[in-house]
């Protein structure tokens, strides 16, 4: 089993910036991707970024070059740097872990971006 805390959501203008972060413990297993996603009211819930514990990184188009996601595998600890936000960004936003045995999701941050 794989526990996800979520830190750092908040309210923030429009064009602010947000730092997520999501510390992992449990059986993470060193090879996992852990990543973003985000659902809006009414939305499905989407993928913001993602990345490897090899090194690999990968973003929904609508957050490339304003967002970015960093870990550190030493502390199993994923962040998720949010720079110019607008208020489509506007979301509660879940961790996401996922390894050789299941995917698992923390339980939500509040991010919301007032124009």
């Known amino acids: 089993q794989v526990q996800l805390v979520e830190s750092g959501g908040g309210l923030v203008q429009a064009g602010g910036s947000l730092r997520l972060s999501c510390a992992a413990s449990?059986?993470?297993?060193?090879?996992?991707?852990m990543g973003w996603f985000r659902q809006a009211p009414g939305k499905q819930r989407e993928l913001v970024a993602t990345?490897?514990?090899?090194?690999?990184?990968n973003y929904a188009d609508s957050v490339k070059g304003r967002f970015t996601i960093s870990r550190d595998n030493a502390k199993n600890t994923v962040y998720l740097e949010m720079n110019s936000l607008k208020p489509e960004d506007t979301a509660v936003y879940y961790c996401?872990?996922?390894?050789?045995?299941?995917?698992?999701w923390g339980q939500g941050t509040q991010v919301t971006v007032s124009s």
């Open positions: 996401n872990l996922r390894n050789r045995e299941a995917d698992y």
């Open positions: 990345s490897t514990s090899y090194g690999g990184t």
């Open positions: 449990g059986r993470i297993f060193s090879i996992n991707v």
